[in-house]
């Protein structure tokens, strides 16, 4: 078993109508959640690592744990850097061991955006390493960017066989109306179904439709996938949270986006919103408890419930290491 990249992956995603989960890791028990959780589901899966995820555990210790997974887990693993900001971090990555990254060139002008994509996937694919790159602008949080849903802008389809022809990139990243962070959409964007469940707008499935057309068999990336479970939104703010409004993307949408031309889809944020309610629980249900075994273990297996449920019920992916 090793690292590997996402190509023979995406190929069979593409065939097979389902996508493969890109988690992000920051600690060792959320890469033993993800991991366990993808080999009892007999899954692929990513692994993938911010700029602040590497500035918190550093590149090292989540290089080591990754591979650590793949010795324990007995399953391949991709491991990526999400949001590549610029060339730098791009060679870090590739120099140092990551089979995939990411170069976000989405606040760039087109022209500029098509530059420095194209100089990360030469120097990656000279070094064995793909590469996604993205168009359009999703609203939401990054490490400190904050994109307003005013600066958030679709993606243009007629822009996309240009910018994978110039580049080179070997998957792409669409913004369709997904959204990062757990505050995808405000209540006023929203609207009420018949038990008054905010509903949020719809995705752009219609630009996803012309971006496949446009570009048969090419592999799209969706970020800010997160669903917010709002089972752990109330749990959360039961036990002394704070997260009004939390709102993310229903899970319907993203099965019918893993089903089209979308192979990678992005979660974050619920690992996040699973490892608090774990823990939230386990410290109002013994206020004595001061392991951090006891916590983080509990975080862990709230973690690897919530992957297996995302592999099963919406990327679809189950099985798909042994078909
Ligand atoms: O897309 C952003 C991911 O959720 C990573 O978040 O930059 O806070 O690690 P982070
Ligand atoms: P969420 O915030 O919706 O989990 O998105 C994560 C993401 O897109 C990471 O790149
Ligand atoms: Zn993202």
Redesign the pocket.
Known sequence: MALVTTKEMFAKAYRGGYAIGAF?I?NMEIIQAITEAAAEERSPVILQV????RK?ARHAYLLALAKAAIEDSGIDLALHL??GADFDICKSCIDGGFSSVMIDGSKHSFEDNIALTRKVVEYAHAHGVVVEGELGKLA????DVNVSAADSSYTRPEEVEEFVEKTGVDSLAIAIGTS??AYKFTPDQCTRNADGILVPPPLRFDILEEVGRRLPGFPIVL??ASSVPQDYVREINALGGKMPDAIGIPEEQLRKAAQMAVCKI?I??DIRLAMTAGIRRTFHDDPSLFDPRGYLGVAREEVKKTVRHKIADVLGSSGALDR
């Open positions: 992000n920051n911010s700029a602040g995820a918190y999400d949001h939401g949080i990054e490490d990062h962070g970020h800010g992005n974050d944020s």
